[in-house]
DNA sequence: ACCGTATTCAACCAAGAGGTTGACAGCGAT
DNA sequence: ATCGCTGTCAACCTCTTGGTTGAATACGGT
């Protein structure tokens, strides 16, 4: 796995976990809280959080035997950041060949006014 | 694993994959192109195609014998479409806290005009 | 000092992911 | 017809993942 965004990805890949996340972006929540809505054990939904915060998107202070669990959304920034750098250069390739097959239509049946030659 | 978007975060986090996807980003490739750069075998490489194929990322028309394989960027707006929604409702509730504090701090020093009793 | 609550640690298990190698299939060119 | 190129299928291996249970830890209340 090696890097960050990796670590980001894997932890999103989950239905429990992304369900968790949005959960915590209404709010922090203890261990117990989360896991309440699970038919699942408490330890699993432990290990759940754990790599959340192993990919840092999530972080537990600790208050009296309580472990309330915070979202740290900018995490999320680093996800979006990379998507979206390869979706617009996708779109923008997609334009220019839009634009060349154009072109070539216009190559083909010169309707077009001020053509050369 | 269950729904699309786990799919779709799955594929993602690996570095090869999101590495082939970048190049894939700059245009249409081989499966015999995207495999050179890597220290893998060219079955390990198709392997990898499949996940990002099943995860809807990617496609594959066929070309003579040869596969080329076109990035499906549309997809991309799957995820950060999730992400967004959480981050900027994190945000939200991020901004109400500070609100909150704020108001807390004018009545431990009560400065401001127009206090009431 | 002890109890209950909240959470984690440790060992285990089944299934999945990522890699390997070897055999096979599709198709163009000679 | 068969050769070479490109890619996939199948079987196998190892490490990781997501879950389990049982024991341990940490802390507040009485």
Redesign the interface.
């Known amino acids: 796995?090696?890097?960050r965004?990796?670590?980001v990805?894997?932890a999103?890949?989950?239905?429990t976990r992304?369900d968790m996340?949005?959960r915590?972006?209404?709010?922090d929540a203890t261990v117990g809280e989360l896991a309440e809505p699970y038919d699942m054990s408490l330890q699993a939904v432990s290990k759940h959080l754990r790599v959340l915060e192993d990919a840092g998107l999530v972080s537990r202070r600790k208050e009296a035997q309580k472990r309330p669990v915070h979202?740290e959304?900018e995490v999320?920034?680093l996800?979006?950041g990379?998507?979206?750098r390869?979706?617009r250069?996708?779109?923008e390739?997609?334009q220019r060949l839009d634009a060349l097959l154009a072109d070539m239509a216009d190559d083909e049946n010169p309707h077009h006014e001020g053509a050369a030659s």
Chains 1, 2 share one sequence.
């Open positions: 796995m090696a890097d965004l990796s670590h990805f894997q999103l890949a989950d239905d992304r996340v949005a915590l972006a209404t709010g979202l959304a999320l920034d996800m979006t990379w998507i979206e390869y979706r250069q996708a779109e390739r997609f």
